[in-house]
C-alpha cells in the first residue's frame, strides 16, 4: 500500500526535470517548418526581454500567455514559429560594470545564459535556434546597413537641436524616456536641456501614413490605437504670414537685411480677424533680429527662455505660468492690413509648428488668459449659430458659429470661412492651407558606449563619409574605459575613433555616438525568420512566408515607442523593396501588470515575488497555470501565493486521477462495456469545455475561465469516481474524459500534460496530437419536463434545459401562456419551486 501511495504523488520537480532533458533532446519539437511547408503558417511573438539576469513574475505572464497561445496552435496543425531572443544593448550593461568591474559584453551574456535557464525550466516552448542576441556584430551590423540606406535616402540626417539630457546617464532621452521631468530610469534625476548636434531618423516623412494605418490594425487594442493617434497628432490648419512693419527711418536704408514676414500656423483661421497680437517663440529668429539692437528686450527674453526651459525639464510646458513681453513692433494682418503688437512669451515652443502664433483672444482659452492678465483688446469675431444661455460670453471657442466683425467674411459659416480664407492666402501668396504633426523626428544619438556604433565617418576633406557596406560591421571595441562623465566613452578608445577616410584615404575620426537601442527592437523580429543569414537582414521571400506577425504580445509600455517606431522601421524596408508587408503585426496584446499589495513588483517596495522561488516549491506548470488564472490577461494581476498553492493541489488531483485510471493494474479501460448511458452527462460537460476553451483561444482570451472550466470538468470527473471505478462509465467514455483533459491542459501546464499523456500509453509529443473537437450534439443540454401547478392544480408541462436553476425554471413557468392567463389580473403570492421537478404557485 505504502508503495502506490508513493506512486501517486504528484513530484513536479521530477516529471519537469524529466521533461525538460527530453525537450532538450529533441531541438525540432519547437521549431518551426521551413517557409515551403504546406501548413498555415502562425508567428506568435512576445516581446523580447532586456538581459538583466532574472525573469521577473510579469516576463513569465507575457511568455505563459504567448506560449499557451503558441502549443494550442501547433496541435491545431498550424506551422508556428515561436522564437525569443535579448534585447542585449542598453546603459543598465555600463552601469554594472562601473559597480562590479565586469565587461559589459561578460555580464550580459552572463545573464542571458542565467535568463535561458529559467526559461527552459519554466517549460517555454521557443525555437531557440533562431535566438537573437542584438549586442552581437551579426545582428548589429545590420542596423548599421539599415541606417546607410536610410542615409541614402535622407531618411537619417544630421542637425544640432535641444535634448533631453540625463546627468546620471550621462546621455540623451527621448522625450518619451522624461517622465515628470525626470529621467525613466532615474526616478529622482532631473532632465536638463542642452543643445547637441545630433543623429536624427526622419519618422516625420511617414507621418501621414502611420496616422492613417491605425485604422486598418482592428487587431490592435483600442487603447494603444488612440495612444499612437495622439502621439502622431496630426492637425489641419491654415499658415499665414503677417508682414513686419516697416522701421523707422533709421532702419529703413537698411531693408533687406532682416526677417521680413512671421509665419504663424493656425488651426482656426476663421478667426484671424480677431487676432490683437502676435506671439512669438523666445529661440524665434525674429527675437534675435529684434533684440540684437536691444539689450533691455534682449534680457527680458532670455529671462522667458530660462522659465520655459524649466518648464520643460519639470516635464509639462502646458502647465507653465504664462509670460510675455512686448517688443514695441508691430506685425500687419494679410486680410485687412490691421497693425497688432509683437509679443515674445514663454509658451510658445520653437519646435511646435512654426514657433509662432496668432494670439486671438476672443475665442481661444488660452490666448484669453495672457490677454487679460496683460490687458490686450480681446474682440468678437464669432457669433454663435445657436443662441444658448452664455453664447454671449468670451471666449466663444466652439466652431458651430457665424463670422461678424470680418469684413467681407462676415455672415459666413466657420467652416466655409476657413476655405475661402485659406484660398485667398494662397491666390494672393501670404498662405497656405497646411497640416502639422505633433510626431517629431526620432533622436537616435547616444552619448554611451553599449549600443551599435553609427556608421559614419568626419573627414576634414570630404565631411561627412559613410561607412562603405563592405567594411561593416563596426565593431565596438572590447576594451574600454566606462565612466558616466564627459560624453561617448567610445571617444576616449583612440585605436576606434582613428581611422581612414574611405573616399580620400586621409586620416579622419570615426562618430562615436552609439544607437537609440529602440533600434535594435525595430525589425529583431524579421531576423528570427532567417536569423542566421549572413549576406543580408534577411531572405525577402522567408519573411513574406512569415509576415505579418498573426499575434504579438507584450507590455502596454511600449504602446507609442516600440510599436511604432517599428511601424515605421517596416515602412522603410517596405520602400527598400525588402517586404511586402505595410504593418509588421496584424494582431497585438497588451497585458496587464503583475502587482502585489496593490503596488507595481519593484525592488525599491521589497514586494517581489522571484519565479525561481515559486517554481522551487510549486512547480513550473503551477506557476503559469496561476498566472493565467489569476485574473484575465488583460487585468492587472495581484499576486497571492495560496493561489499558486492551490494550483498545484489541483494539479495533484488532475495527477490522482489521470494515474488512477491510466495504470494497466487497474484496467478499467479494458474492461466490460459498462452501462452505455452511463457517462452522457460527463461527456456532456467534457464537450462543453472544449468548446469552451478552443472560442476563448479564437481571440477572447479569458484563460482565467480556460482554467477555472477545467477545474470544474475536473470536479465532475471525480464526482463521479464510484460509476468509473465500477466500469458502470464504459472504459471507451472513460479513456475520451481522461485523453481530452490531458490535451486541454496541454497549452497550460506543459510539463504536467506531457507525463500524463505518456502514462496513457499515447505515442508521440502532445503537442503533435490533433486538438479535440467539440461535438455540439453531445455538447447540448438535454431538457427536461416540469410541471407547474397553481393552486394546486397542474395548469401545464414546460420544457427547460436539465439542470437548470431555479431562477431559470421561475422564468419558464412565468413566461407559459397558459400560466399567464391564469394568472392575469391577480397577485403571486408565492412560488415554490422544486429544482428539477416542479413549480407551484400561490395567487389570488
Ligand atoms: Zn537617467
Ligand atoms: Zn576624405
Redesign the pocket.
Known amino acids: 500500500m505504502a508503495d502506490e501511495k508513493e506512486q501517486l504523488r504528484y513530484d513536479p520537480a521530477a516529471i519537469e526535470r524529466k521533461w525538460q532533458e527530453r525537450w532538450a533532446a529533441d531541438p525540432t519539437l519547437y521549431a518551426a517548418e521551413p517557409a515551403t511547408s504546406n501548413k498555415p503558417k502562425y508567428y506568435v511573438l512576445e516581446m523580447l526581454p532586456y538581459p538583466s539576469g532574472q525573469l521577473h513574475m510579469g516576463h513569465v505572464r507575457n511568455y505563459a500567455i504567448g506560449d499557451a497561445l503558441a502549443r494550442q496552435m501547433w496541435m491545431r496543425g498550424y506551422n508556428v514559429l515561436h522564437p525569443m531572443g535579448w534585447d542585449a544593448f542598453g546603459l543598465p550593461a555600463e552601469n554594472a560594470a562601473l559597480k562590479n568591474n565586469t565587461p559589459p559584453r561578460e555580464w550580459t551574456l552572463a545573464n542571458i545564459a542565467a535568463m535561458k535557464r529559467q526559461f527552459k525550466r519554466l517549460g517555454m516552448g521557443f525555437d531557440w535556434a533562431t535566438e537573437i542576441t542584438t549586442c552581437m556584430p551579426e545582428y548589429y551590423r545590420w542596423n548599421q546597413w539599415f541606417f546607410l540606406r536610410m542615409v541614402e535616402r535622407g531618411l537619417a540626417y544630421r542637425k544640432k537641436s535641444k535634448v533631453n539630457w540625463?546627468p546620471?546617464?550621462a546621455t540623451v532621452l527621448a522625450n518619451e524616456q522624461v517622465i515628470d521631468g525626470c529621467?525613466w530610469?532615474?526616478e529622482e534625476?532631473k532632465v536638463e536641456q542642452r543643445d547637441l548636434e545630433q543623429w536624427f531618423l526622419r519618422i516625420t516623412a511617414y507621418a501621414q501614413e502611420l496616422l492613417d494605418g491605425l485604422d486598418k490594425l482592428d487587431g490592435w487594442p483600442e487603447k494603444v490605437r488612440t495612444m499612437q493617434r495622439n502621439w502622431i497628432g496630426r492637425s489641419e490648419g491654415t499658415e499665414v504670414d503677417f508682414f513686419l512693419e516697416a522701421q523707422g527711418a533709421r532702419e529703413r536704408g537698411s531693408k533687406g537685411a532682416g526677417p521680413e514676414r512671421i509665419r504663424v500656423f493656425t488651426t482656426r483661421v476663421d478667426t484671424i480677424f480677431g487676432a490683437t497680437s502676435v506671439q512669438l517663440a523666445p529661440e524665434h529668429p525674429v527675437v534675435a533680429a529684434f533684440s540684437a539692437a536691444d539689450p533691455e528686450l534682449r534680457a527680458k527674453v532670455a529671462g522667458l527662455l530660462e522659465e520655459q526651459t524649466k518648464a520643460r525639464e519639470a516635464g509639462d510646458v502646458g502647465a507653465i505660468d504664462k509670460h510675455g513681453v512686448p517688443t514695441g513692433r508691430f506685425a500687419i494682418n494679410p486680410y485687412n492690413g490691421e497693425r497688432v503688437p509683437i509679443w515674445v512669451a514663454n509658451y510658445i515652443l520653437m519646435d511646435y509648428g512654426t514657433g509662432a502664433i496668432m494670439s486671438v483672444p476672443g475665442h481661444d482659452e488660452r490666448d484669453f488668459e495672457f490677454a487679460t492678465k496683460y490687458g490686450i483688446e480681446i474682440r468678437r469675431v464669432i457669433k454663435s449659430a445657436q443662441e444658448f444661455e452664455g453664447s454671449d460670453n468670451l471666449p466663444f471657442v466652439s466652431e458651430e458659429g457665424v463670422l461678424v466683425n470680418s469684413g467681407e467674411y462676415s455672415g459666413l459659416s466657420c467652416e466655409r470661412a476657413q476655405k475661402l480664407l485659406q484660398e485667398a492666402a494662397a491666390r494672393k501668396g501670404f498662405g497656405n492651407a497646411a497640416i502639422t504633426f505633433r510626431l517629431k523626428d526620432w533622436g537616435v544619438s547616444r552619448q554611451r558606449y553599449w549600443g551599435t556604433p553609427i556608421p559614419m565617418i568626419y573627414c576634414q576633406r570630404d565631411g561627412l563619409v559613410p561607412v562603405p557596406d563592405e567594411q561593416l560591421p563596426v565593431i565596438l571595441p572590447e576594451k574600454i574605459e566606462i565612466t558616466q562623465q564627459g560624453g561617448s566613452p567610445l571617444a576616449r578608445v583612440p585605436e576606434f575613433v582613428n581611422t581612414t577616410c574611405p573616399k580620400c584615404g586621409g586620416p579622419a575620426r570615426r562618430e562615436t555616438d552609439t544607437m537609440d537601442t529602440f533600434v535594435d527592437s525595430s525589425w529583431y523580429f524579421y531576423r528570427y525568420t532567417d536569423a542566421h543569414n549572413a549576406k543580408a537582414p534577411f531572405d525577402p521571400a522567408i519573411v513574406k512566408y512569415w509576415f505579418p506577425i498573426d499575434q504579438y504580445i507584450g507590455g502596454v509600455e511600449h504602446a507609442i515607442l516600440h510599436l511604432i517606431y517599428s511601424r515605421f522601421w517596416t515602412k522603410v524596408m517596405r520602400d527598400l523593396g525588402l517586404v511586402k508587408n505595410d504593418e509588421p503585426v496584424e494582431r497585438q496584446f497588451s497585458q496587464g501588470m503583475v502587482i502585489k499589495d496593490g503596488a507595481k513588483m519593484s525592488k525599491s517596495k521589497g514586494n517581489v515575488v522571484s519565479p525561481d522561488d515559486m517554481v522551487a516549491r510549486y512547480g513550473a506548470d503551477a506557476t503559469r497555470m496561476y498566472v493565467l488564472f489569476a485574473a484575465p490577461p488583460d487585468r492587472d494581476l495581484e499576486w497571492q501565493e495560496d493561489g499558486v498553492a492551490g494550483v498545484s493541489r489541483f494539479l495533484a488531483r488532475v495527477w490522482r486521477l489521470v494515474t488512477k485510471y491510466a495504470a494497466p493494474r487497474s484496467g478499467v479501460l479494458d474492461e466490460a462495456d459498462g452501462n452505455p448511458n452511463s457517462g452522457a452527462q460527463l461527456r456532456r460537460k467534457l464537450h462543453q469545455t472544449i468548446a469552451k476553451i478552443t472560442l476563448d483561444f479564437e481571440g477572447r482570451w479569458h484563460f482565467n475561465t480556460c482554467v477555472a472550466a477545467i477545474m470544474e470538468l475536473v470536479n465532475e470527473i471525480q464526482s463521479a469516481d464510484a460509476q468509473l471505478a465500477s466500469g458502470e462509465v464504459p472504459a471507451p467514455v472513460v479513456r475520451e474524459l481522461l485523453r481530452t483533459l490531458v490535451l486541454l491542459l496541454a497549452p497550460f501546464a506543459p510539463f504536467l500534460a506531457a507525463e500524463l499523456w505518456e502514462q496513457l500509453g499515447e505515442e508521440g509529443a502532445i503537442l503533435r496530437a490533433p486538438w479535440p473537437e467539440s461535438d455540439p450534439e453531445l455538447a447540448k443540454e438535454d431538457e427536461i419536463e416540469i410541471p407547474v401547478q397553481i393552486n394546486g392544480k397542474l395548469v401545464t408541462v414546460v420544457r427547460i434545459a436539465a439542470g437548470a436553476e431555479a431562477k431559470t425554471m421561475e422564468a419558464a413557468a412565468l413566461a407559459d401562456e397558459k400560466v399567464r392567463a391564469r394568472i392575469a389580473g391577480k397577485t403571486v403570492v408565492k412560488m415554490i419551486v422544486v429544482p428539477g421537478r416542479a413549480v407551484n404557485l400561490v395567487v389570488k
Open positions: 540625463c546620471e546617464c529621467c530610469r532615474h534625476t
